[in-house]
DNA sequence: ATGGTAGATATTTTCGAAAATAGTTGAAAT
DNA sequence: ATTTCAACTATTTTCGAAAATATCTACCAT
């Protein structure tokens, strides 16, 4: 009964297998789990302590969220990374995004422009208390998220926001391997504060082209710092 | 050994699990498995014959597709029909299949115009050997899928790809309940005919045009004709 | 040496039982 | 009649063993 480093604990689903789900989700993300590495049952047996078929639903889940792919009879690895992936994926990104700032612009509330405004605020603080890396720091990432996530939370899309969300994750992996790379974060409480002021004085247009563009260079920047670590493709 | 009856059987994909993920989808899709229907295991284990795990895992698939819903520690059910959700996902369907097209127009190739004429054609043909109840037809069903299926197949990009095959069997199951109220289906073959010599003929802008007005107005008669089995939203 | 095959090993996939959780029924108390 | 609560039933969720499949190794034939 005291014994809980191997035993499975549910700390955000309500069932284990989401939690696992969860919890894989962001060792890929955050590339602990590295691209293209093979996910043997035996070694997640061991570091997530759940059976193979919870770990398989588990699995199940992030393949549908293109985080990991099953090779049929062959196992699962982590998603491999390409630049053919990240252009991709670029590209679908700024689709969805920006019909969605455009759609929460016309629709957003008082509610909506609070979640904006505070989200903005939070992100601000943490810059100004780590102004060095808070790129790589947990707190920012997380709130650069919400950020991002208020923006677009007004559109009532429910089918395109779930898209979205896959998205941003794996955006997020390549984000996080490119600032393995890269000497100093660019500033970009400029680029965020930008779109907040367009987004709240209901200026779509405006938003909208600043949301391209802040998509855009982020990949360009991935692709540029990260070409080492990214397989041609 | 002579019992089949329950014993479950690959067909499809490799393994058990998506073998009987696309049965399920099939059933889900065409109404016989109703919306909110409760999928009970023991009813599943019953006609798929397969244990508890596997369901589930086939049943966390169709979850990522938008074709069931969880409840947790409470089941799976078929996911709901309503007015709104109809809307969400034809405002999704449009978005994307309208940048598929385009890109598919811009970069299609001899083989890519072959898939088009000749899908079309074979839809043709079906619906002259049998002009009055082809929308009900398997056979037009699936030639209907592979044709607008080929005209974004050179668009090059898997993750929208993807989405959309999600997108347009979340639509079908709309189609096919509209299908069973409506008196006579309206005569398609000049819309599959137009759209094909626009993508043919390289008019970026009319095949998009087409392609968004041939899936708004579908949604709009499944809308129409369907009002009375879908919930208000 | 090379290519192929049989046996052994590693790994995934599937199963049905066991544990955990939700839902239901019915008796007792107010 | 209504509420409460406890025991019971129904259902989902999780587990580890067993079956199926792939991969590796060693040996033989060419």
Same mark, same amino acid.
């Given at each position: 009964?005291?014994?809980?480093?191997?035993?499975?604990?549910?700390?955000?689903?309500?069932?284990?297998?989401?939690?696992?789900?969860?919890?894989?989700?962001?060792?890929?993300?955050?590339?602990?789990?590295?691209?293209?590495?093979?996910?043997?049952?035996?070694?997640?047996? =061991?570091?997530?302590?759940? @059976?193979?078929?919870?770990?398989? &639903?588990?699995?199940?889940? /992030?393949? !549908?969220?293109?985080?990991?792919?099953?090779?049929?009879?062959?196992?699962?690895?982590?998603?491999?990374?390409?630049?053919?992936?990240?252009?991709?994926?670029?590209?679908?990104?700024?689709l969805i995004?920006v019909d969605l700032?455009r759609r929460?612009?016309?629709?957003?509330?008082?509610?909506?422009?609070?979640?904006?405004?505070?989200?903005?605020?939070?992100?601000?603080?943490?810059?100004?208390?780590?102004?060095?890396?808070?790129?790589?720091?947990?707190?920012?990432?997380?709130?650069?998220?919400?950020?991002?996530?208020?923006?677009?939370?007004?559109?009532?899309?429910?089918?395109l =926001?779930?898209?979205?969300? @896959?998205?941003?994750?794996?955006? &997020?992996?390549?984000?996080? /391997?490119? !600032?393995?790379?890269?000497?100093?974060?660019?500033?970009?409480?400029?680029?965020?504060?930008?779109?907040?002021?367009?987004?709240?004085?209901?200026?779509?247009?405006?938003?909208?082209?600043?949301?391209?563009?802040?998509?855009?260079?982020?990949?360009?920047?991935?692709?540029?710092?990260?070409?080492?670590?990214?397989?041609?493709?």
């Amino acid at each position: 009964m005291t014994t809980t480093a191997l035993k499975a604990r549910k700390e955000f689903g309500k069932t284990l297998a989401s939690d696992i789900a969860h919890r894989l989700r962001n060792e890929i993300v955050t590339c602990q789990l590295k691209p293209n590495e093979s996910l043997k049952f035996d070694a997640l047996r =061991l570091s997530f302590g759940a @059976s193979f078929t919870t770990l398989r &639903e588990a699995l199940t889940l /992030l393949v !549908a969220e293109g985080l990991v792919v099953a090779e049929e009879q062959r196992g699962y690895k982590v998603a491999p990374v390409t630049l053919e992936d990240l252009h991709d994926l670029t590209h679908a990104r700024i689709l969805i995004e920006v019909d969605l700032m455009r759609r929460s612009i016309e629709k957003g509330d008082d509610d909506w422009e609070i979640r904006v405004i505070s989200s903005l605020h939070r992100l601000a603080r943490i810059e100004e208390r780590a102004p060095e890396d808070y790129a790589s720091n947990t707190e920012w990432k997380a709130t650069h998220r919400q950020f991002h996530e208020a923006l677009v939370s007004a559109s009532g899309s429910p089918t395109l =926001l779930a898209v979205r969300n @896959s998205l941003f994750d794996r955006a &997020e992996r390549y984000r996080n /391997l490119s !600032a393995m790379f890269r000497p100093h974060p660019r500033d970009k409480v400029g680029e965020h504060r930008a779109l907040m002021q367009a987004a709240i004085g209901r200026k779509a247009d405006q938003a909208c082209d600043l949301i391209r563009s802040h998509i855009q260079t982020t990949s360009n920047n991935v692709a540029k710092y990260a070409a080492g670590v990214i397989s041609a493709g």
